[in-house]
């Protein structure tokens, strides 16, 4: 039993331990089905033949996590939050983060390594022509729990568009299901385009490196922030 937004929940005994959510033709390869279970918002996930279930709610801010892209990274299938970027192992609920070093007085790339598990992931299992769910309960906590019941973070997921990609190997196939892009856009876009409103409404205030009002000023917008990494590791 945890405690969560969900309350008080003995999962395992909600679930009888096994669910029949959906039939295994309604998700084929590289599909998605998004499901509110006991009011926890879950995404299921098909690839390479196995069935995945992990919480549809980003850890990190209540992102649309569940209808984000799927990539590889270091050779592990993630999700990546369409907010922020955050990559999601969606077997393990690892956050996947790139390291930096220096070489030859430059700041360069470095190996992948994980913050811990930060989303709840749950045992999804196919068989009889069916895809069975148990919610997780181990362990007592996970960072997604915060947000994993949420309604308003969990209808963006089950709201989404069609914009979902899965890229792995030399290619990339489109979700077939309905998961994609909500309307929002990501911080970095956000800011490129308070920058450009802000200069075509007054030409000349805001140009060269100038920064806007409550924004920060970066040299570069990448997927992976240094600094909020290395905070969050901590």
Known sequence: MFASCCGDIDLAMETSGNERVADSASLPEGGRLQLKIKGRYITVIRLD?????????????????????????????????????????????????????????????????????????????????????????????????????????????????????????SGSMPATQNVGGDGRLPSGAVIKAAREAAQMSNPGAVGGGAALPGLVKSSSLKESSVAEEEAEAA
């Open 49 to 169: 033949g196995k069935v995945f279930a992990i919480d549809s709610v980003c850890f990190h801010a209540g992102g649309p996590l569940g209808i984000g892209d799927i990539e590889d990274v270091n050779g592990r299938p993630c999700i990546v939050c369409p907010w922020h970027y955050y990559k999601i192992d969606v077997e393990t609920g690892d956050k996947y983060y790139q390291q930096v070093k220096f070489e030859n007085g430059k700041m360069v790339q470095g190996d992948w390594a994980s913050n811990g598990v930060k989303q709840r992931v749950h045992a999804a299992e196919e068989r009889d022509g069916g895809i069975y769910l148990t919610l997780s309960a181990q362990p007592s906590h996970v960072d997604s729990d915060e947000y994993a019941c949420s309604a308003p973070c969990g209808d963006r997921v089950l709201s989404g568009g069609n914009k979902g990609v899965v890229r792995r190997g």
